[in-house]
Each structure stands twice: as C-alpha cells, then as structure tokens.
C-alpha cells in the first residue's frame, strides 16, 4: 500500500535557534508517511539546535533560502525556537518563501514562535492561529485571532503552540498534507482533462448533441 505523501516533497525552513524537536519530530513523521523533506536555511553548513535553552545537534542544511521556490514543493513546515523565527522574520527572502506558499494555496504548517514568519509575511490578517502565548499580541495586531489550542486549523494554515503539542502537531500536518495535496492533484487532472476552452460535457451541451441528431433523423 503507497504511503500517505508518497513522493511528494515538503520543505523546512530553520536557522541558528531552532528547537530541536520541533525540527526533527515532524521531519520524521513526514518521512515514515512517504515525503521528501528538505532543510533551506539563510548559510549552507549547518545550524545549531537547541533544547530549551541548551545547545543540542547540530544539522545538515540541504538547501539555502536563495535556492529553493515554493513552485519545488508541495507543502511547508516552520518550526519554532525564539532566535530561529525572530532571525528568519528579518530574512526578507524567508519572509518571501512564506508569501509564495501561501498564494500558491499550498498548506503551511507553523509551531511555537515560527508564526513570527506568518505576521511579517502579513498572512494572519482574517485567520484563527495558536502559537507560543508570548505572540498572542503581535497575532492580534496584524489582524488575526489567536486561540490557546494544541492545533488550530485555518484553511490549509496549522499552527500548534509548543513542543508538548508535537504528537497532536505531527499528525494533524501528515493527515491534513495528504488530503490538501491529493486535492491538488485531482483539481490539476480535471485542469488537464478539462481545459478552460474546452468545459466538460455538461446537460446543455449533451442536450445540443441530441437535438442535432433528432434533426437529421
């Protein structure tokens, strides 16, 4: 049986700062479910993880920010830790990452203080969103309405506030990433099927057929 994100491709943005877990746990939920994640950072190298506020691994950045586009993926994950997000929401390339997954309609996921990202990317205006109780303000401020749940759904945006909430966090991003992205693909095959000049066979345009032949006959 294929995996639920088989061959679908998800890309992680992080820095120095990161909270570790909030990195790794859902890299490794996505993976057993079948994606490709992929790691973009502002540097090539590596960044420092942390735990709380202890220096934990260091990790393999895949990618840089300037060499990834959100046209490469199918959905997109921001973990939290306060240096990571308050370095990446000036990361006026970060910023913009943000801005094409979200016109693109694809689904964001963002925990703890990674929605700083969604605030400077003017993404929260309209929205319902959690995230680490520090950010309720700011949240409030660019327009959005901040809740204290594990996960909060707005659209194809999951937001969850702390590294205690990852296992509800996990799942909630695998399932809801495999159902936004099988929509996708059935809306790209009807697309393909059934391009804008050529509208599928609907009552009207069978009923035309019909008469036609009844007029010859």
């Not at 993926?73 to 830790?81: K, N, Q, R, S």
């Not at 308050?86 to 997954?101: C, I, N, S, T, Y």
């Amino acid at each position: 049986m294929a995996s639920k994100l088989e061959k679908r491709s998800v890309l992680f943005i992080a820095t120095d700062g990161v909270e570790q877990v909030e990195l790794t746990e859902p890299w490794a939920a996505l993976e057993s479910a079948g994606a490709t994640p992929t790691l973009a950072a502002p540097k090539p190298g590596k960044i420092q993880a942390m735990n709380h506020d202890e220096k934990g691994d260091t990790i393999s950045v895949d990618r840089t920010l300037a060499d990834v586009s959100a046209a490469d993926f199918d959905a997109l994950v921001l973990p939290g830790g306060v240096a990571s997000s308050d370095r990446l929401r000036m990361d006026k390339r970060a910023v913009a990452l943000v801005k094409e997954f979200l016109e693109a309609d694809k689904p964001v996921a963002a925990i703890c203080h990674a929605p700083w990202l969604l605030v400077e990317a003017d993404a929260v205006r309209g929205r319902t969103l959690t995230s680490w109780p520090s950010l309720q303000t700011d949240i409030r401020n660019a327009g959005g309405t901040w809740v204290d749940k594990q996960v909060q759904v707005d659209q194809k945006l999951i937001t969850s506030r702390k590294r205690e909430d990852l296992p509800a966090f996990c799942g909630r991003i695998v399932a809801d990433f495999a159902a936004s992205i099988r929509e996708d693909r059935i809306d790209t095959a009807l697309e393909q099927s059934f391009p804008a000049s050529d509208p599928p066979p609907g009552p009207i345009s069978v009923g035309h057929v019909r008469g036609d032949s009844e007029t010859r006959a």
